[in-house]
T-cell receptor, first 112, second 111 residues
Framework: DAGVIQSPRHEVTEMGQEVTLRCKPI?????LFWYRQTMMRGLELLIY????????DSGMPEDRFSAKMPNASFSTLKIQPSEPRDSAVYFC??????????FGNGTRLTVT | GQQVMQIPQYQHVQEGEDFTTYCNSS?????IQWYKQRPGGHPVFLIQ?????EVKKQKRLTFQFGEAKKNSSLHITATQTTDVGTYYC???????????FGQGTTLQVKP
């Protein structure tokens, strides 16, 4: 079991650039979550998918953020255009009931 | 919307002292999960509680789920430096099926 795989591990970009974060969930898991973690706000749920369908995106900060899950083994979180306040660690997590949530190692995003 | 509140935000203890973090939900939960995140790492699942009033133990860690299924606690007996990290509770809403994390409690242990 390779676990949840996220890429890149680190991303440094300039304000205004497009950023794409990638996630490969654990095989067989049918739910996928994107979280953002900052010192100020802790772990925030951005969006989650069930069977590749977005169920709740109420945590997505604004229209600059978008997420897709074209198939059961891949998801992306895109920020366009990026802003310095988007700097955070972005975690992807997956699960299939009744197993618990498995997190990836995260992508540390820095927008300058 | 649903909220999961966790206190305290930070706790500094001397090695050997006990530690407790508390979690409260604004709505009834289907279950509550606890995760630990080491500095620089990602949250790792510790345990899940499902039944009202449930108590589970993992060595020095004791987890409780309230009778009303709206609150929970994690108690560590005789802390060790390896207990350092941030402990998160996460509640699964009975209504929405969403898993919402508390703000976390960061534990520092002085040797």
């Amino acid at each position: 079991d390779a676990g949840v795989i996220q890429s890149p591990r680190h991303e440094v970009t300039e304000m205004g650039q497009e950023v794409t974060l990638r996630c490969k969930p654990i095989s067989g898991h049918n739910s996928l979550f994107w979280y953002r973690q900052t010192m100020m706000r802790g772990l925030e749920l951005l969006i989650y998918f069930n069977n590749n369908v977005p169920i709740d995106d109420s945590g997505m900060p604004e229209d600059r953020f978008s997420a897709k899950m074209p198939n059961a083994s891949f998801s992306t979180l895109k920020i366009q255009p990026s802003e310095p306040r988007d700097s955070a660690v972005y975690f992807c997590a997956s699960y299939r009931a009744p197993s618990p949530l498995h997190f990836g190692n995260g992508t540390r995003l820095t927008v300058t | 919307g649903q909220q999961v509140m966790q206190i305290p935000q930070y706790q500094h203890v001397q090695e050997g002292e006990d530690f407790t973090t508390y979690c409260n939900s604004s709505t009834t939960l289907s279950n509550i999960q606890w995760y630990k995140q080491r500095p620089g790492g990602h949250p790792v699942f510790l345990i899940q509680l499902v039944k009202s009033g449930e108590v589970k133990k993992q060595k020095r860690l004791t987890f409780q789920f309230g009778e009303a299924k709206k609150n929970s606690s994690l108690h560590i007996t005789a802390t060790q430096t390896t207990d350092v990290g941030t402990y998160y509770c996460a509640g699964l809403s009975s209504n929405t099926g969403k898993l919402i994390f508390g703000q976390g409690t960061t534990l520092q242990v002085k040797p």
